[in-house]
């Protein structure tokens, strides 16, 4: 019989995997995974084949998911704090085409955050990305 030692999930598309032993399953898959996405201004998805960088960014979900915390070697953690009532706005993975909400997604001032080219991070719906 197979039994599953490890699994892997993506909070923010994208970038670093996070591993566990144990996750919650619901309609659209893993609670947390590809909950995220990072797009440019005109709204369509990073990708790690255009910006590498992103696979050195280590997201990590609260358990009640109300904040996402990036964090990357030399530019500390930076805590955000998730609204799921936000205002929607169309992104894509290739072009705009999905409605995503930005509304509590912004990282606190100051923070260092020059990682990826000028960007925004975006929140899924129920549906997933």
């Known amino acids: 019989m197979a039994r599953v030692v490890d699994l892997l999930y ?42 590498p960088q992103l696979a050195l960014i280590a997201p990590e979900v609260s358990a009640d998911g109300r904040c996402l915390t990036l964090q990357a070697a030399g530019y500390g953690s930076v805590p955000v704090d998730v609204d799921t009532t936000g205002l929607r706005q169309d992104v894509g993975l290739l072009a705009p085409g999905i409605k995503a909400s930005t509304r509590g997604l912004r990282p606190p001032s100051g923070s260092r955050t ?11 719906g129920a549906q997933g990305m």
């Open 10 to 51: 993506y909070p923010v598309k994208g970038c670093a995997a996070v591993s566990t032993q144990a996750a919650t399953v619901l309609l659209a898959g893993l609670a947390h995974d590809r909950s995220f996405m990072v797009v440019s201004e005109k709204g369509v998805s990073r990708t790690q084949r255009r910006d």
């Open 114 to 124: 020059s990682l990826v080219q000028k960007s925004q991070l975006v929140r899924a």
